[in-house]
């Protein structure tokens, strides 16, 4: 009897597995090789960035920093520090941390506010050149309402203040599958915030659409780590197709800062800034398939 069980059993299972694995690579491979049109435009600003820096940092603009504590700010920030790109540049965030002042230089200057009561703050959004916005937080952590309250109408309200205060350029952290219509509520939230801000016409909007980031939270969220666990193998293989180091996150949205576009709206997916962070050895294997 056992014996017909396991003769049942175990070559089921072996086939469920084997089917799962050949998905699962399925839709690796598809993303990581999906061809993406503008490819040498990307790398061209990747390349550009270098040069571009010295004349933005001529320019004497000024910076704001939406979500500075979290851990893609955390990087943003040391990045922003070490290539002292701006003028001034004002962290706003419900609470104060402690800045390391051997990196982060005296042009840093931290706000904290209370983003229940947004209209009283206008003065702190004002003066702004270029604003990032990284801000956001998880249904795990505050349920639906609360979800939505952080990612939906905080970012909007600070954008729309921001906005008012004259910044130009809104560079935005939204997500993988961002898409207003998803029966997700993560997906579907940030699509939505993305259609409002595309409606509140910044002189230049950027969009930033990550997969899964690859990063060691300081914060302890179960699924998201064991998530990070199966994908590390997987983002070895498939560099590109799902996920994407912070820190590559954080240069995508410098260089795309720096660099001049006539564009007044524009939308990075994951691959796309794994290319404009210029850390991507994409474009160098593009060179060389270019060459032979
Ligand atoms: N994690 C991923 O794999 C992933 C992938 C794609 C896109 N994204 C999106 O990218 C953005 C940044 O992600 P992350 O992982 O860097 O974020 P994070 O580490 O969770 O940091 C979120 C930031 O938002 C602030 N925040 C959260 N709740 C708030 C509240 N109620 N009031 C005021 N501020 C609040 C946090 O402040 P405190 O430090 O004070 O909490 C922190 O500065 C998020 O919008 C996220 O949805 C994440």
Redesign the pocket.
Same mark, same amino acid.
């Given at each position: 009897m056992l014996w017909f069980k396991c003769d049942e059993i175990i070559p089921g299972v072996a086939i469920a597995v084997a089917f799962i694995a050949v998905c699962l690579g399925g839709f690796f491979l598809s993303h990581e090789y999906s061809p993406i049109l503008n490819v040498d435009t990307l790398c061209s600003m990747a390349e550009a960035a270098e040069d571009q820096r010295e004349m933005f940092r001529q320019a004497s603009k000024t910076a704001v920093v939406? #979500?500075?504590? %979290?851990? @893609? #700010?955390r990087v943003l920030v040391k990045q922003l520090a070490q290539e002292k790109l701006f003028k001034k540049v004002t962290l706003i965030? +419900? +609470?104060e941390?402690a800045l390391d002042r051997n990196v982060v230089g005296p042009e840093f200057e931290q706000k904290v506010i209370d983003?229940e009561k947004l209209d009283d703050y206008t003065e702190e959004f004002k003066g702004h050149d270029v604003g990032f916005w990284? !801000?956001? @937080?998880?249904r795990g952590?505050?349920g639906v309402e %609360?979800f939505k309250? *952080?990612?939906y109408d =905080? *970012?909007l309200k600070t954008a729309e203040l921001a906005k008012s205060g004259g910044m130009q350029h809104m560079q935005f952290?939204?997500? =993988?599958g961002a898409n207003a219509n998803s029966s997700a509520l =993560?997906t579907r939230t940030?699509g939505q915030v993305e259609e409002a801000l595309k409606v509140m016409h910044f002189q230049r909007l950027s969009i930033f659409?990550?997969?899964? !980031?690859m *990063?060691d939270?300081q914060?302890s969220r179960p699924m998201?780590a064991f998530a990070r666990l199966v994908l590390t193998p997987v983002s070895k293989i498939f560099p590109t197709a799902i996920t994407i180091p *912070?820190d590559y996150v954080a240069a995508a949205m410098i260089n795309n800062a720096v660099a001049t576009s006539d564009k007044t709206s524009e939308t990075f997916e994951n691959k796309e800034m794994h290319i404009l962070s210029g850390k991507s050895p994409l474009c160098k294997k593009d060179e060389k398939t270019k060459t032979k």
């Open positions: 939406l #979500g500075h504590t %979290g851990e @893609t #700010g965030g +419900r +609470r941390i983003f990284c !801000l956001g @937080t998880t952590k505050v %609360g309250r *952080v990612d =905080y *970012v952290m939204s997500t =993988y =993560y940030k659409r990550p997969g899964v !980031l *990063v939270r914060e998201e *912070v």
